[in-house]
């Protein structure tokens, strides 16, 4: 079975991180780490973490980061430090759980299933039988910057945000967390722009052969979550800057 690594990234998460639900998919599930990255938290988030890698060691660690860096950079630092473990796959998933852990399995499918494949994302596609969940203003401006990006990127892209992700590691991708984003929050992103820069006139396999979007069967918005319409704005700026960046 793959052995998988998936990075958490936690910032003042000590309230809500579901640890018994953590606990519970890695009893009944094989072959998959997580490891925790501590954002600078200012609040008990790492104790809480240290006690959850204290609980079931082989299945969980934590890494810290000494100040607060933005979660593109906690999640950058993981994969740095889950690569050193030599897994097949890595990804990274919200600690709120607004995807279950259940649909890593199906994220793990993909790959294991189609080697062509390099990335699978989670979509959260409203579509009948499947519990998408989302705030009607998180769902529309949700939807109005992923066909900005799909503009700006030239490549068809149904959600760049989702925080469910997991590659194939292969040897290209530690180059592709190398380097410190440049965006703390839409480093999704930055980090198609990497990979489309790197195989641009290139015989190699280009980001709508290697990507693979999975539609969702359940997402929520989490407690406490807030999106404004000012954040949309500032993120649409700062794609300019990642599009400019990487051209």
């Known amino acids: 079975m793959s052995d998988t690594i998936i990075v958490v990234p936690c910032y003042n998460e000590a309230e809500r991180l579901p640890v018994e639900a953590f606990k519970g998919f890695v009893r009944r599930t094989h072959g998959i780490r997580f490891l925790f990255v501590d954002d600078g938290s200012t609040d008990a988030t790492e104790g809480v973490l240290r006690g959850l890698s204290a609980s079931d060691p082989e299945s969980f660690c934590v890494h810290r980061l000494a100040v607060n860096s933005g979660k593109g950079e906690a ?3 993981g994969f740095l430090a889950a690569l050193e473990s030599d897994p097949d796959y890595v990804g990274f998933w919200d600690a709120d759980l607004a995807t279950p852990l ?3 399995r199906e994220f793990r499918g993909v790959l294991d299933g189609r080697p062509e494949i390099e990335m699978a994302f989670g979509a959260r596609v409203r579509l009948l039988g499947r519990a998408i969940r989302r705030n009607r203003l998180r769902h529309l401006l949700g939807r109005l910057f992923a066909i900005t990006a799909s503009l700006f ?4 892209v149904y959600d760049t945000q989702c925080g469910a992700k997991l590659f194939r ?5 530690p180059v592709l967390f190398r380097e410190p984003f440049a965006s703390r929050w ?3 992103v930055e980090i198609i722009a990497r990979l489309m820069r790197a195989r641009t006139g290139t015989e190699r396999p280009q980001v709508r052969d290697i990507v693979y ?3 969702l069967s ?3 918005d989490a407690a406490g979550s807030k999106i404004r319409i000012r954040d949309f704005v500032i993120a649409t ?3 300019v800057d990642i599009i400019r960046k990487y051209r």
């Open 237 to 239: 700026f700062g794609m």
């Open 169 to 173: 590691v292969t040897p290209d991708l």
């Open 213 to 215: 979007e999975v539609p």
């Open 75 to 77: 999640v950058r630092h």
């Open 218 to 220: 359940e997402w929520r």
């Open 186 to 188: 839409i480093f999704d």
């Open 153 to 156: 990127l030239r490549v068809d």
């Open 102 to 104: 259940e649909a890593i």
